[in-house]
Protein backbone atom coordinates (compact mmCIF):
# COMPACT_ATOMS: atom_id res chain seq x y z
CA UNK A 1 0.00 0.00 0.00
CA UNK A 2 1.17 3.68 -0.93
CA UNK A 3 2.68 4.97 2.57
CA UNK A 4 4.36 8.62 2.99
CA UNK A 5 6.15 9.41 6.26
CA UNK A 6 6.61 13.06 7.88
CA UNK A 7 9.61 12.02 9.75
CA UNK A 8 9.30 14.89 12.11
CA UNK A 9 6.05 16.07 14.29
CA UNK A 10 7.02 19.35 14.80
CA UNK A 11 10.32 21.58 14.06
CA UNK A 12 11.44 24.71 15.79
CA UNK A 13 13.30 27.19 14.08
CA UNK A 14 14.34 30.76 14.77
CA UNK A 15 13.49 33.19 12.13
CA UNK A 16 15.72 33.61 9.66
CA UNK A 17 17.27 30.60 10.17
CA UNK A 18 17.01 27.29 7.50
CA UNK A 19 13.97 25.40 8.04
CA UNK A 20 14.13 20.98 6.85
CA UNK A 21 11.05 19.07 6.63
CA UNK A 22 11.51 15.59 6.18
CA UNK A 23 8.99 13.22 4.16
CA UNK A 24 9.95 9.46 2.42
CA UNK A 25 7.20 7.77 0.55
CA UNK A 26 7.57 4.70 -0.73
CA UNK A 27 8.19 3.37 -3.46
CA UNK A 28 6.70 3.47 -6.79
CA UNK A 29 7.31 3.83 -10.68
CA UNK A 30 5.51 7.17 -11.60
CA UNK A 31 4.58 9.18 -8.36
CA UNK A 32 3.41 12.59 -7.96
CA UNK A 33 4.61 14.52 -5.05
CA UNK A 34 3.18 17.69 -3.44
CA UNK A 35 3.83 19.65 -0.07
CA UNK A 36 0.59 21.69 1.49
CA UNK A 37 0.90 24.23 4.26
CA UNK A 38 -2.40 24.73 6.84
CA UNK A 39 -2.73 27.62 9.21
CA UNK A 40 -4.52 26.73 12.21
CA UNK A 41 -8.29 26.59 11.36
CA UNK A 42 -7.79 27.04 7.28
CA UNK A 43 -8.07 25.14 4.25
CA UNK A 44 -4.33 23.64 2.83
CA UNK A 45 -2.59 25.72 0.41
CA UNK A 46 -0.63 24.10 -2.29
CA UNK A 47 3.11 25.14 -1.53
CA UNK A 48 4.80 23.10 -4.50
CA UNK A 49 4.37 19.70 -6.80
CA UNK A 50 6.71 17.07 -8.46
CA UNK A 51 5.01 15.34 -11.60
CA UNK A 52 8.08 14.09 -13.23
CA UNK A 53 9.82 16.78 -14.59
CA UNK A 54 12.58 18.81 -12.98
CA UNK A 55 13.81 17.27 -9.77
CA UNK A 56 14.15 20.06 -7.71
CA UNK A 57 11.11 21.96 -7.54
CA UNK A 58 10.69 25.37 -6.50
CA UNK A 59 7.21 26.70 -4.80
CA UNK A 60 5.59 29.75 -3.19
CA UNK A 61 7.07 32.05 -0.34
CA UNK A 62 10.21 30.73 -1.08
CA UNK A 63 9.76 27.12 -0.28
CA UNK A 64 11.73 24.67 -2.06
CA UNK A 65 11.72 20.83 -2.24
CA UNK A 66 14.35 18.24 -4.15
CA UNK A 67 12.97 14.80 -5.30
CA UNK A 68 15.33 12.21 -4.95
CA UNK A 69 14.23 8.64 -6.40
CA UNK A 70 17.46 6.52 -4.69
CA UNK A 71 16.74 7.70 -1.29
CA UNK A 72 12.67 7.79 -2.26
CA UNK A 73 12.33 11.67 -0.41
CA UNK A 74 10.97 14.49 -1.33
CA UNK A 75 11.95 16.73 1.40
CA UNK A 76 10.86 20.73 1.96
CA UNK A 77 13.39 23.51 2.94
CA UNK A 78 13.69 27.14 3.11
CA UNK A 79 16.46 29.10 3.38
CA UNK A 80 15.91 31.65 5.88
CA UNK A 81 12.15 31.33 7.57
CA UNK A 82 9.93 33.81 8.57
CA UNK A 83 7.09 34.35 11.78
CA UNK A 84 3.92 33.70 8.71
CA UNK A 85 5.72 30.58 8.21
CA UNK A 86 4.59 28.65 11.51
CA UNK A 87 1.90 26.60 10.33
CA UNK A 88 1.50 22.73 9.58
CA UNK A 89 3.15 21.20 6.85
CA UNK A 90 1.92 17.70 5.12
CA UNK A 91 3.29 15.75 2.34
CA UNK A 92 1.55 14.42 -0.12
CA UNK A 93 1.50 11.34 -2.57
CA UNK A 94 -0.20 10.34 -5.37
CA UNK A 95 0.24 7.28 -7.10
CA UNK A 96 -0.95 6.65 -10.76
CA UNK A 97 -2.34 3.33 -10.02
CA UNK A 98 -4.50 5.36 -7.08
CA UNK A 99 -6.24 7.25 -9.94
CA UNK A 100 -6.90 10.93 -7.84
CA UNK A 101 -6.46 10.07 -4.95
CA UNK A 102 -3.89 11.92 -2.79
CA UNK A 103 -1.90 9.75 0.55
CA UNK A 104 -1.00 12.43 3.19
CA UNK A 105 1.51 12.37 5.57
CA UNK A 106 0.97 12.65 9.27
CA UNK A 107 2.22 16.61 9.47
CA UNK A 108 4.89 18.41 10.10
CA UNK A 109 3.77 21.60 12.75
CA UNK A 110 6.25 24.41 12.27
CA UNK A 111 7.05 26.79 15.36
CA UNK A 112 9.28 29.76 14.79
CA UNK A 113 10.86 31.73 17.31
CA UNK A 114 11.69 35.55 17.37
CA UNK B 1 -10.12 31.94 -11.90
CA UNK B 2 -11.30 28.69 -9.93
CA UNK B 3 -12.78 29.37 -6.26
CA UNK B 4 -13.90 27.02 -3.96
CA UNK B 5 -16.53 27.69 -1.41
CA UNK B 6 -17.50 25.79 2.34
CA UNK B 7 -20.57 26.59 4.69
CA UNK B 8 -21.09 27.06 7.33
CA UNK B 9 -17.65 27.74 8.39
CA UNK B 10 -18.43 26.58 12.25
CA UNK B 11 -21.30 24.32 13.24
CA UNK B 12 -22.45 23.31 16.80
CA UNK B 13 -24.61 20.30 16.52
CA UNK B 14 -26.22 17.75 19.68
CA UNK B 15 -25.61 14.22 19.03
CA UNK B 16 -28.46 12.52 17.26
CA UNK B 17 -29.04 16.07 15.30
CA UNK B 18 -28.36 15.92 11.06
CA UNK B 19 -25.63 17.23 9.26
CA UNK B 20 -25.38 18.96 5.70
CA UNK B 21 -22.50 20.16 4.72
CA UNK B 22 -22.16 22.45 1.16
CA UNK B 23 -19.22 22.61 -0.92
CA UNK B 24 -19.14 24.63 -4.13
CA UNK B 25 -16.72 25.05 -7.29
CA UNK B 26 -17.20 27.95 -9.27
CA UNK B 27 -14.56 28.77 -12.36
CA UNK B 28 -14.48 25.07 -13.61
CA UNK B 29 -16.24 21.99 -15.39
CA UNK B 30 -16.36 18.50 -14.51
CA UNK B 31 -14.28 18.37 -11.16
CA UNK B 32 -13.70 15.27 -9.09
CA UNK B 33 -14.46 16.54 -5.76
CA UNK B 34 -13.71 15.16 -2.48
CA UNK B 35 -14.61 15.35 1.16
CA UNK B 36 -11.39 15.01 3.72
CA UNK B 37 -11.90 14.89 7.57
CA UNK B 38 -9.24 16.01 9.70
CA UNK B 39 -9.28 14.87 13.21
CA UNK B 40 -7.86 17.23 15.58
CA UNK B 41 -3.43 16.69 15.77
CA UNK B 42 -4.09 14.44 13.17
CA UNK B 43 -3.87 14.17 9.13
CA UNK B 44 -6.78 14.00 6.35
CA UNK B 45 -8.62 10.95 6.04
CA UNK B 46 -10.89 11.05 2.72
CA UNK B 47 -14.27 10.58 3.03
CA UNK B 48 -15.99 10.51 -0.68
CA UNK B 49 -14.76 11.51 -3.77
CA UNK B 50 -16.67 11.91 -7.12
CA UNK B 51 -15.48 11.95 -10.82
CA UNK B 52 -19.22 13.11 -12.02
CA UNK B 53 -22.88 13.93 -10.89
CA UNK B 54 -24.61 11.37 -8.81
CA UNK B 55 -21.44 9.49 -9.15
CA UNK B 56 -20.10 8.76 -5.33
CA UNK B 57 -17.30 6.35 -3.76
CA UNK B 58 -16.99 5.86 -0.30
CA UNK B 59 -13.57 5.34 1.19
CA UNK B 60 -14.29 4.31 4.64
CA UNK B 61 -17.72 3.07 6.34
CA UNK B 62 -18.97 5.44 8.65
CA UNK B 63 -22.08 7.24 9.55
CA UNK B 64 -22.14 9.66 6.87
CA UNK B 65 -22.82 10.07 2.75
CA UNK B 66 -22.50 12.30 0.19
CA UNK B 67 -24.28 13.59 -2.79
CA UNK B 68 -23.20 15.50 -6.03
CA UNK B 69 -26.75 16.86 -7.01
CA UNK B 70 -25.07 19.74 -9.27
CA UNK B 71 -21.70 19.26 -11.57
CA UNK B 72 -19.89 21.92 -9.18
CA UNK B 73 -22.05 20.92 -5.63
CA UNK B 74 -21.08 18.60 -3.11
CA UNK B 75 -22.90 18.00 -0.03
CA UNK B 76 -22.08 15.93 2.91
CA UNK B 77 -25.01 14.32 5.11
CA UNK B 78 -25.81 12.14 8.41
CA UNK B 79 -29.00 11.33 9.31
CA UNK B 80 -27.93 11.39 13.19
CA UNK B 81 -24.44 12.93 14.35
CA UNK B 82 -22.37 10.96 16.72
CA UNK B 83 -20.06 12.58 18.91
CA UNK B 84 -17.02 10.94 17.08
CA UNK B 85 -18.24 13.05 14.26
CA UNK B 86 -16.11 15.98 15.54
CA UNK B 87 -13.76 17.61 13.12
CA UNK B 88 -12.76 19.68 10.48
CA UNK B 89 -14.33 18.87 6.94
CA UNK B 90 -12.54 20.33 4.31
CA UNK B 91 -13.79 19.59 0.39
CA UNK B 92 -11.41 19.55 -2.07
CA UNK B 93 -11.57 19.59 -5.92
CA UNK B 94 -9.30 18.67 -9.15
CA UNK B 95 -9.14 18.70 -12.71
CA UNK B 96 -9.89 14.99 -14.19
CA UNK B 97 -6.44 14.22 -14.81
CA UNK B 98 -4.00 11.98 -12.84
CA UNK B 99 -1.85 14.78 -12.40
CA UNK B 100 -3.76 17.12 -11.11
CA UNK B 101 -3.29 18.63 -7.87
CA UNK B 102 -6.33 19.19 -5.22
CA UNK B 103 -7.61 22.73 -4.26
CA UNK B 104 -8.67 22.75 -0.99
CA UNK B 105 -11.82 24.98 0.74
CA UNK B 106 -11.65 26.61 3.95
CA UNK B 107 -13.53 24.28 5.85
CA UNK B 108 -16.01 23.73 8.42
CA UNK B 109 -15.61 22.92 11.84
CA UNK B 110 -17.89 20.89 13.31
CA UNK B 111 -18.21 19.93 16.59
CA UNK B 112 -20.76 17.36 18.04
CA UNK B 113 -21.45 18.13 22.02
Known amino acids: AQSVTQLDSHVSVSEGTPVLLRCNYSSSYSPSLFWYVQHPNKGLQLLLKYTSAATLVKGINGFEAEFKKSETSFHLTKPSAHMSDAAEYFC????????????FGGGTRVLVKP | SQTIHQWPATLVQPVGSPLSLECTVE??????LYWYRQAAGRGLQLLFY??????ISSEVPQNLSASRPQDRQFILSSKKLLLSDSGFYLC????????????FGPGTRLTVL
Open chain 2, 92 to 103: AWSGSSSYNEQF
Open chain 2, 50 to 55: SVGIGQ
Open chain 1, 92 to 103: VVRYKAAGNKLT
Open chain 2, 27 to 32: GTSNPN
